[in-house]
């Protein structure tokens, strides 16, 4: 059977070897398992010699090093023409597709190495603005890596945007928010790869990100739920699981991020207050929180330098696990750790808050020119919102619960 890109694309040719009808000397094995291009010439003195091309890599993404039928005749021509000129031939042997280049794994390793580096120096120059997103590099290399778990030892060339898209809608079928939040991550870590040419281009802003999009939360939960759920919190079995409940309890009252909560010390709490630098938060800018006695029961006592919410190892982690078991004994299922927020935004509304005010108290960035012109840090008004919740939650937690099936 003659070699023909369609022959290749499709799979069609057997295995054994094919002599190329355009070319001579150009030569594809098949094998079980890989399509390999060999050019045979003779060399000084009549002797038969076989150099190794490359390969040939069916359904390859665009940009790898996959070689197609024209790439492998033109690359025998130029191999041919050096021998009939005189010139030697001997090349590096070119690496195989699906094992050659560096992997996703090596990719994320080198990214962060860089990131840190670039962070040392601008500390040491006193530029903050290059240190931005120092406070969540660790979180973002995690999550990459954990939903790229499959694609790690995967030759950074060989991933391609349809397995970033399938990896992305397989987290947003179980998390919207986290799919964008994945989406993110990947975009500025390829965006640096692109940089550095580690990558040809980065494809990740030509993907859409379909987290919220694909499910809109709405989820408000109802003064039964949050009674039970609040029961359930003491009764987690490990010291862990004990943090994590109060750590839901502390989202519920005072309304903010669970990745900013988790990091939360006993040195941050000052006066009754909760003082957030524009390093700790996803808004980049200052954030002072007058919290209601309510939260303040849930943080425990400790070092300045301790871990309100602890884990065993540092901060407190597998927050998946510790609210499957919560599920459980509060009865109370379908809801994620950003409802908690929503819950308390919403109750706020209710309430008669502002909804400026609310705004402030989630610590939402400004969008627009507003950014600009609207500096105040409405501290007071803030500690009256949450205050008002606060006062509100402790109606809905004496009020009898119902069953909840």
Known sequence: MKISAAALNNNSLPEGRHQDHIVSGLVLIVGKKRR?????????GGKQKTDLLGYFVPDAPPGSDSMGLLDAR???????????AGVPTKEEKPQHPKQG??????LFDEYEKARRAKAVAAQAGGNKKKMKGMQTLP??????????H???????HDFSKADLKKVRDRIAARAPQMSDRFMSYMGTIMKWAAQEDHIPVNFVPDTLKVGPGLVKRERVLTPDEIRAIWAACPFLDSDEGKAYGRL???LLVSAQRISEAAALKHGDIIAGCWKQG??????????LLELPQLALEQLGTG?????????RKGKLGGFSKFKTELDKLSGVTGWRHHDLRRTASTNMQELGVAPHIVDMVLNHSIKGVGAHYMHATMNRAKGEAIEAWAAELKKILRAQTRNIV
């Open 101 to 106: 280049g560096m992997t996703l794994d090596q």
């Open 150 to 156: 499959d694609y790690l030892k995967l030759p950074v």
């Open 74 to 84: 033109n690359k025998a021509k130029e191999i041919l023409g050096r021998v009939e």
């Open 278 to 287: 524009e390093d700790d938060n996803k808004s980049s800018r200052e954030h």
């Open 36 to 44: 390999t291009w060999y050019v045979r010439y003779r060399g000084a």
């Open 303 to 311: 070092k300045a330098d301790e871990l309100c919410f602890s884990g």
């Open 139 to 148: 979180e973002a290399i995690r999550t990459v890596r954990r939903n790229l």
């Open 248 to 250: 839901v309890r502390f």
